[in-house]
């Protein structure tokens, strides 16, 4: 009898371990108008924060020509993405170790290969990426400031942007023409947007909810408060020593700010926004092939 009852167990297990659909890393752009508001440090440290809340983290850096993601951690990357492009690396091979374990990969010059090799090559970029989805619970596009249309692809195939600016208006000017210029093309993508270097917490929530409302009205689209990190001098200290300031200083202020900003994320992204049915894999094929 004990046997039958453990046979019909394990045969169900055995049935809901197949039908279960495997992990699917969720894939997020963080976009900005201009350079200079701080866009990478935030990537580097909101990434960290989620590693504590033990989550697996893939940075790849975008900004080509101009990513500095591994100067910011203080490391030197053998490999960039350039080399999964030009040379056929696996994405295993180009991975690099930051601080806590963090994985990222390496900005390089010429992300316009992508879109200009053969379908073969393009099916094995494909297939790495495939990889890390599986490995990752969120992989993310450290873009470079401003539009291309090379990056755009990546932007528009991405489950979410996260838009960072600052209070200065031309930071806020370039922050809504970015997300005008991402919304006319896919009005569904949802927007986070940071207030990052806000002088106080009460000036940079009345400048968040004022850029939120002229989104919302020009554009008709609602774009999410994410938070507001503080302008702080320990951020200039850690960048100097090339240490993220949330392993520099984790009383901070801008520490503070992540975690808070992170836990909040966390819970949103879970209430609001579930996994999408179409993979970044899918999306990006359309945008490329047509």
């Not at 197949?18 to 580097?44: D, E, M």
């Not at 991975?95 to 390496?106: F, K, R």
């Not at 539009?147 to 031309?170: H, N, Q, R, Y």
């Amino acid at each position: 009898m004990n046997i039958v009852i453990y046979d019909q167990a394990e045969g169900l297990r055995r049935k809901l371990d197949n039908n279960r659909t495997p992990n699917q890393a969720k894939t997020i752009s963080v976009i900005s108008g201009k350079g200079g508001v701080g866009k990478s440090n935030f990537v580097l440290n909101f990434s960290l924060q989620l590693i504590n809340t033990q989550k697996k983290v893939l940075v790849i850096d975008l900004d080509m020509g101009m990513g500095n993601i591994d100067i910011l951690m203080g490391v030197h990357a053998e490999k960039s993405i350039i080399n999964l492009f030009e040379d056929h690396l696996s994405v295993h091979e180009i991975i690099e170790t930051g601080p806590n374990g963090l994985s990222y990969i390496a900005a390089g010059s010429g992300l316009n290969h992508l879109f200009n090799m053969r379908e073969t090559d393009r099916s094995f970029f494909y297939d790495q990426y495939r990889e890390l989805v599986q490995m990752y619970d969120y992989i993310i596009f450290d873009m470079g400031a401003g539009v291309t249309e090379d990056g755009l692809f990546f932007i528009l195939a991405s489950d979410e942007c996260i838009v960072i600016t600052t209070p200065e208006p031309t930071a806020i000017t370039d922050a809504y023409g970015m997300i005008k210029h991402v919304v006319n093309m896919q009005r569904s993508m949802p927007i986070y947007v940071i207030m990052n270097r806000s002088l106080g917490y009460q000036e940079g929530q009345k400048s968040l909810r004022r850029f939120n409302d002229v989104v919302s009205k020009f554009l008709h689209v609602q774009s999410r408060s994410m938070g507001i990190i503080p302008d702080d001098k320990t951020v200039t200290q850690a960048v100097i020593k090339q240490v993220p300031y949330v392993l520099f200083n984790h009383r901070s202020k801008a520490a503070k700010a992540i975690k808070e900003i992170t836990n909040n994320y966390l819970k949103d992204s879970k209430e609001i926004h579930g996994q999408s049915s179409i993979t970044f894999i899918e999306k990006l094929k359309r945008l490329i092939e047509g």
